[in-house]
């Protein structure tokens, strides 16, 4: 559990970062709160040659709402987004699904950014992100450009963003008013990574799902946003019957791993258990 | 007297002894972060040593090439098992009579053995160079699965005993087989079970976990050359142990030996044994005449030190309609690893397993061992338990449930058919222990009345038929557990560690002023000794607790003394603890008389003093005692005021108690809910209530991880899975269940002050509570055994597999 050798970095503003990645490609890394960097380099399984420290960048943090989004600096902490009124009042479900992330000390250091870039399928921002279809903002030498986070992920933890590139931020659609929301995770204990968690997004109108939109976190080498699910969903009543065939297409794209939170078969219907948990919830929370 | 004079009530509330719920001396300093541990000691000029370690868990080491290494600036040197023959010590003794390799001699038998340890300027230079040793190996066939130990054509793990037909506790049938152990009439208990109108037979598995203390292994090893004295600052739960075993391994004088134990961060029987970081602490701090420093990480903990359980147990009764017990058998395969390292009397290589009769009068017994060897890390050490306790309360309180659900009786009523009656003690047992003293009944009963235990089995029917009805798919289990424990190791007659006797000892001194400074043979790893030691002192001597120093851990001023493990620290030092305060009671009473100018049969004691009977005017504080102890002592009377004893217990104790576990289960998810657990603990006398219940409450969450997750597991290549606190499971207070404590008090009739020990009881009760909850929660479904560990996917498992998933 003793790291390597490395250069430390702590630049003031995302140009100064962005240069340094720049200068040291794959032999840079970038320091959010470092939950996953810092033990991955005590174990050996990381050796950065450079670790650049974000927490000098003032223009990472903060959230704001800018033109009918949620624009949330990629430094800023999960403890920050649970303490947020703003998320309180127009994405509930952040909160709901910070409040699952570990304990409350890891929370004061881990960041929204480090979170959702570091392409770890245990991490429960993915998900979510996919599910309220957010987009990440990133900054390389050639400029900015945003990636939606359906579009992100490839692989554990190989994504969309190139080494010389920083995600700043997560800009995220405000959902309709009255919407329905709800993540449900199984996991062993505290600061455990999900066994399974299903995030759901839902607006209803007249008894019957007018939109709807399910992703899972950590039963794939990805997040996995339920399309198939979603459409399934849309327009039903959430009978038991429509719920059945959701809950079924959602667990025909989970391709969890065997581990010690259980085989991949539980994990699997665990999958599916957390997404009817978290339909019935955001049924019971949606106005109309 | 006046109104200013303290009334008996205040001076004896002032002692703060026996049954006071002081609070722990030692919590200043450790709730200040000031505590004084391993890793907090730094001296002058010294070196760091890491351990190479074997990726493999069953290979030859044909190669091992350091010279990379070597070349980087800060290493000093690297030692392999090459350079450890020159003094001897490639390999060294286990407790249980084998030996086990320092570093890899030729082979390695379980992933992240130790293959060389490289000694270096500091921590991460040291971590860097584990990287630039090169080492060759050719992996072998693994063998992971005990059951298969003994086939035919299993790999030979263990070549160096090759040809050996008799092992240190017996002959050997296999060359992967250590030893068998056999106790009781298997005669008799064979015509037990002819004449049965019931029988019933489980193979009950205890599985491998670890102790994991939150501190983890560690020493610092210092030689003098020019004294030629080697001090040792380690996690030790037993100093002079390893004071004597060091001597003995390395000719060096045993009066130049210093071994320290400083603060210790938990111990739970993970720091009983010597493990190669010590030796090679040592080795290399000879070499280099620097002092050397080893701190394991937590994986190195968790996959190398002593492990604990891997008990397979397959148990049998034999009982009559009624219920009444007639016969049990039991045998076990036991999974050491690859070198028999478990932490025992030296002459029981099973511990106390055969406490297996349990808290039941059962009239015939047999119980048969095998221990064999696996590549898996060796080990078994008890995990806060008596030796092998936890694994024996865990078979027969499973096995008891089996039988009343094959019988259709209430398991309470089972277990309160069978009981050891209290007139029966001291009772002897079928498998040869002699119970000092107990009252199951009132115990029991006093646990059902609390928690209300026949109303709970009426809501629990309730909630199988609206189950049943597909109202609810939550499941509800009652886990009952009535446990005999033994502790307290032990009587010199049958008990020794590689031939030092497990007595143990104190030496207490009053000062002139009336203070005392009091050192013991024992070692404190969160116990609480401190406060303890200084209570029991406090009654017996009428000295103020806080006004008494307790010291331990230091085998320079300490007597000599066995150390803290298998609760025997009350059993045998608190009662040498107090033979020795009455030793000091008996001189002040002498020096009283003179000062009183009475004889000393005229005097009798009262709370902190002594006074003339009929006359209690008439009174010395044991204050004044003490100074006229050293001041003005009877004529002829050598001065001073302190004395040691050694205590040889004259047998075990026999602590027990009666546990209940009420969880619900979501059937779908596999997780459980505790929704009360109660534990009733007989310790006979109480010393401190408010330690026993933090005792209590501590074993408990341990008893609580162990039955529901925490687990070492290996891949079928003998990879270690999930050594870690990512996968171990340790509860952190979201998931530990609230606990209700309470107690009946049988003393103890053969200890000086009736204690019992409790330390390990929660543990050893605990684990058949929650397991017999998880198994009774699904006994309406047909289940009859679900094996351990609890942990939400397999109580999932179990109840797709009795087809409650619909």
New interface residues.
Partial sequence: ?????FTYHRPSTVAEAVAILASHGDEARPLAGGHSIIPMMKL?MAAPEHLIDLSGVADLKGIREEGGAIVIGAMTTQHELIASDLLASKLPIIRETSLLIA?PQIRYLGTIGGNVANGDPGNDMPALMQCLNASYKVVGPNGEREIAARDFYEAAYFTALAPEELVTAVVIPVPPAGHGFAYEK?K?????YA?AAAAVVLTMSGGSVSSCSVALTNVGDTPLYAAEACDILTGSTLDADTVNRAVAAAEAITRPAS?????AE?RT??AG?MLRRALARAAERANG | MNDMTPTREQREAALEGMGCKRKRVEDVRFTQGKGNYVDDLKLPGMLFGDFVRSPYAHAKVTKIDASKALELPGVIAVLTAEDLKGVNLAWMPTLAGDVQMVLADGKVLYQNQEVAFVIAEDRYIADDAIQLVEVEYEELPVLVDPFKSMDPDAPVLRPDLEGKTEGAHGPRKHHNHIFTWEVGDAEETDRAFKDADVTIKELISYHRTHPSPLETCQCVASMDKVTGELTVWGTFQAPHVIRTVASLLSTIPEHKIHVIAPDIGGGFGNKVGAYPGYICSIVASIVTGRPVKWVEDRMENLSTTSFARDYHMTAEIAAKNDGTVTGLKVHVLADHGGFDACADPSKWPAGFFNIVTGSYDFPTAHLAVDGVYTNKAPGGVAYRCSFRVTEAAYCIERAMDILAQKLGMDPADLRMKNFVKPEQFPYHSALGWEYDSGDYHTAMQKAMDTIGYRQLREEQKAKQEAFKRGETREIMGIGISFFTEIVGAGPSKNCDILGVAMFDSAEIRVHPTGSVISRMGTKSQGQGHETTWAQIIATEIGIPAADIMVEEGNTDTAPYGLGTYGSRSTPVAGAAIALAARKIRNKAQMIAAHMLEVSEYDLEWDVDGFQVKGNPELRKSMKEIAWAAYNAPPPGMEPGLEAVSYYDPPNMTYPFGAYFCVMDIDVDTGVSKIRRFYALDDCGTRINPMIIEGQVHGGLTEGFAIAMGQEIRYDEMGNVMGASFMDFFLPTAVETPHWETDYTVTPSPHHPIGAKGVGESPNVGSVPAFSNAVNDAFGFLGNTHIQMPHDAWRVWQAAKDLGAHG
């Fill in positions: 559990m003793i790291p390597g050798e050996r304990d199984l062993r204990k505290v600061g455990d066994t581990d010690g939170r259980g085989p539980y219907k665990m258990v």
